[in-house]
T-cell receptor, first 115, second 112 residues
Framework: NAGVTQTPKFQVLKTGQSMTLQCAQDMNHEYMSWYRQDPGMGLRLIHYSVGAGITDQGEVPNGYNVSRSTTEDFPLRLLSAAPSQTSVYFC??????????????FGPGTRLTVT | RKEVEQDPGPFNVPEGATVAFNCTYSNSASQSFFWYRQDCRKEPKLLMSVYSSGNEDGRFTAQLNRASQYISLLIRDSKLSDSATYLCVVNPLSSNTGKLIFGQGTTLQVKP
């Protein structure tokens, strides 16, 4: 049981390049999310999904696309990288603990630099 | 105004001290609340959920004050290993959608 896995761990892109950050979970969780974390800003939600085929925008979706074709995978695509997208990206999946309480498991993160 | 606000600190305390963090949230309809812990350059991990009646887990106590819209985390008998960033987290919705709002975190440094 690997939990939430993310690849790559590190990436350097040039402005204008596109790439896909991969995220997979093997816990059969319905809910998955992508966050970015910047110094002094905390984690900000980019996109989230409540199940295969269903995605929605979070707080900072511009410049990113997602898809959820399977329960396990939730890739994040950068369409045309910009220096403002330099950040640490975390993928998370969650399940319900009962009621409105649930635990979110995070992947180890992808450190992205755009030059 | 941010949806979830925390004092970023850092809080520097000696081993054995008691330390408390507060967090305020702006959406009065928020339904569930959590504290996460994040070590340097690592992913956040759930520390504890925060229940209306308050809850305790060993040296950690969490409280919720809905009227004033804040939650708190109390750490007693601080250990060196408690040094980390503590994230206040709010589920703004009444159901589980995977959508959580994070505060920017409060950094705790426990000194020998």
């Amino acid at each position: 049981n690997a939990g939430v896995t993310q690849t790559p761990k590190f990436q350097v892109l040039k402005t204008g390049q596109s790439m896909t950050l991969q995220c997979a979970q093997d816990m059969n969780h319905e809910y998955m999310s992508w966050y970015r974390q910047d110094p002094g800003m905390g984690l900000r939600l980019i996109h989230y999904s409540v199940g295969a085929g269903i995605t929605d925008q979070g707080e900072v979706p511009n410049g990113y696309n997602v898809s959820r074709s399977t329960t396990e995978d939730f890739p994040l695509r950068l369409l045309s990288a910009a220096p403002s997208q330099t950040s640490v990206y975390f993928c998370a999946s969650s399940y319900s603990l009962g009621g409105n309480s649930y635990e979110q498991y995070f992947g180890p993160g992808t450190r992205l630099t755009v030059t | 105004r941010k949806e979830v606000e925390q004092d970023p600190g850092p809080f520097n305390v000696p081993e054995g001290a008691t330390v408390a963090f507060n967090c305020t949230y702006s959406n009065s309809a928020s339904q569930s609340f959590f504290w996460y812990r994040q070590d340097c350059r690592k992913e956040p991990k759930l520390l504890m959920s925060v229940y209306s009646s308050g809850n305790e887990d060993g040296r950690f106590t969490a409280q919720l004050n809905r009227a004033s819209q804040y939650i708190s985390l109390l750490i007693r008998d601080s250990k060196l290993s408690d040094s980390a960033t503590y994230l206040c987290v709010v589920n703004p919705l009444s159901s589980n959608t995977g959508k959580l709002i994070f505060g920017q975190g409060t950094t705790l440094q426990v000194k020998p």
